[in-house]
């Protein structure tokens, strides 16, 4: 591998927060944002978007509370292309100790013609905006959306006209993820060898990933001149979603022999991160997912074993440490310490408080001793099902009786506001009967949108992790369990949904999470 001296860095910028959380059904609790931003900063990642504060008054208070948090990261918020979105997103953004406004307007034929602008009055639009933008904080970025579907005069003449307005950073987007690498890097190349002022300014790309070629186009963009990558974890976003961080930072890091650039990322949190905002999201990461997926490093074929026991090079051109994987370490057991816990926590680059070791301390016992081994894998779930505190409906027992001859019957033991009260009821299967008993004792409305069971390791005795996400009157909570007990598990992340959709219902009622403007609105 050849030194970062001889490469050029390439700034890492994050939108799971806002492009990431726009994703139907992606949505995150205040908390889990404040989270999820402060491992993003952890992990050395340079800009964070941390939401779009004229959306709702959810998004402003979140990306204000991660501004005042913000160690090193710039925290960036996106606006429109107009003065009160800009006014409102550097309300939030200006607690930062590195502010950044981004504002955005689609300027593609099919884009300009939504709010019903000549290529003159956009053009007047921008350079207004970007100026008002500029007045407010000296980091401002500009995107012109739907830039891959621009004609490159008219892009060449708005990109000139926010660079002169003092834009700093210009991003271009491929919105709809319709671009092919060849073509990613020249637009760059060409924009940067065109547009007067080019060389003062970073370029920017942003790729939706609608055919597959998102980090791909993303890479070319950097060969042709781009030194800012925008994309998420677990390649997180609308549609088929955005450049998955974890894959350009390793591409660049295993290539780094044909990619002479250079990430300011701590590789090792990749995984940890990962796993946290599948948790908080509600999206599984697909098994087979390049750097993330539960196989990215499992060598399964006779041929594959025989080989890495003799060099692991043979089949790994990374390795699993490099992401956060313990390769080789130990399994933990019934005897391991609280000392030991912390100490492998560690290993994997997880960082809790004490409140949160102690939770996930006491789960560890349980789960030792019904398991003669915990894996790194078991670990990493039961952090993922932990910190949940205060809650208002918690399971104290559960009996489900299944099998060939009739219905399940589940018996339900539940704590409801402080009240224990039980219920019994039947349904098709185990599940299905205990989500009825739960019903019972605390009847609702919420429309199941997800119900999922993945193995956490390998093994009869293997953990599941449940997640499961809700849907009552637009309000969307997920909740997840890990227990090697499936209806457990579901049991467990049912009410733990039911539990968060309560929070967040309340939240609503009071004003403060309501999303008063939809992303479809918005752009
Ligand atoms: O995909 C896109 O064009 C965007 C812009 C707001 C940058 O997300
Ligand atoms: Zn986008």
């Not at 060389?199 to 942003?206: E, G, K, L, R, Y």
């Not at 098709?428 to 205990?434: E, K, L, S």
Request: with cysteine.
């Amino acid at each position: 591998m050849t030194d970062n001296t001889q490469k050029d860095r390439v700034w890492i910028f994050d939108t799971t927060l806002r492009d990431g959380e726009q994703s139907p059904g992606a949505t995150m609790t205040h908390d889990e944002k404040l989270e999820i931003a402060g491992l993003l900063d952890d992990m050395g990642v340079d800009i964070i978007e941390a939401g779009f504060p004229i959306a709702s008054e959810g998004d402003f208070a979140a990306v204000s509370e991660i501004a005042k948090n913000a160690k090193n990261a710039v925290i960036c918020g996106l606006a429109r292309a107009q003065i009160g979105d800009i006014d409102r997103c550097w309300e939030a953004v200006r607690h930062a100790r590195q502010p950044r406004i981004h504002t955005f307007i689609g300027t593609s034929p099919l884009h300009r013609a939504i709010p019903n602008l000549t290529k003159d009055e956009m053009a007047e639009r921008i350079h207004q905006t970007v100026t008002h933008a500029r007045n407010l904080c000296d980091n401002v970025q500009w995107s012109p959306m739907d830039a891959t579907r621009t004609e490159f005069d008219y892009l060449c003449r708005v990109i000139e006209i926010a660079i002169k307005a003092g834009a700093s950073t210009i991003n271009i987007p491929d919105t709809v993820g319709y671009t092919a690498p060849g073509e990613s890097a020249a637009l760059i190349r060409r924009l940067i060898e065109t547009v007067p002022g080019a060389d003062s300014v970073i370029f920017a790309t942003h790729c939706h990933n609608d055919l597959g070629m998102a980090t791909a186009n993303a890479l070319a963009a950097v060969e042709g001149g781009a030194r800012q990558i925008e994309c998420t974890i677990n390649g997180l976003g609308e549609r088929a979603g955005n450049t998955a961080l974890e894959e350009v930072v390793m591409a660049l890091r295993v290539r780094g022999d044909i990619m002479p650039y250079y990430t300011n990322i701590d590789t090792k949190k990749i995984m940890h991160i990962s796993r946290r905002v599948s948790t908080v999201s509600g999206f599984p990461v697909q098994f087979n997912k390049a750097i993330v997926g539960k196989n990215a490093f499992a060598h399964e074929s006779g041929i594959h074993q025989d080989g890495m026991l003799k060099n692991a090079e043979t089949f790994e051109i990374m390795r699993p440490e490099d992401v956060g994987i313990a390769g080789t370490s130990l399994p933990l057991g019934k005897h391991s310490g609280r000392a030991a816990l912390r100490a492998k926590l560690k290993e994997m680059g997880v960082e809790v408080g004490d409140n949160q070791l102690k939770d996930i301390f006491v789960r560890f016992k349980e789960l030792a001793d019904r398991k003669k081994e915990v894996y790194d894998d078991d670990i990493l779930a039961l952090v993922s099902a932990s910190g949940d505190a205060d809650l208002h409906l918690q399971i104290v027992s559960l009996k489900v009786v299944c099998g060939t001859g009739g219905p399940a019957e589940a018996v339900l033991e539940m704590d409801v506001g402080g009240e224990e009260k039980m219920a019994t009821a039947s349904g098709d299967g185990p599940v299905d009967a205990t989500f009825k008993a739960v019903r019972k004792l605390y009847p609702n409305e919420a429309r199941l949108q997800l119900y999922q069971v993945n193995a956490v390791t390998e093994g009869t005795d293997a953990q599941a992790t449940v997640s499961v996400r809700l849907e009552e009157d637009g309000i969307i909570a997920t909740g997840q369990s890990a227990n090697t007990d499936t209806v457990v598990a579901s049991a467990m992340a049912y009410v733990a949904a039911l539990n968060r959709l309560l929070v967040r219902r309340q939240k609503v009622g009071a004003g403060a999470d309501a999303r008063e403007i939809s992303w479809k609105e918005l752009s």
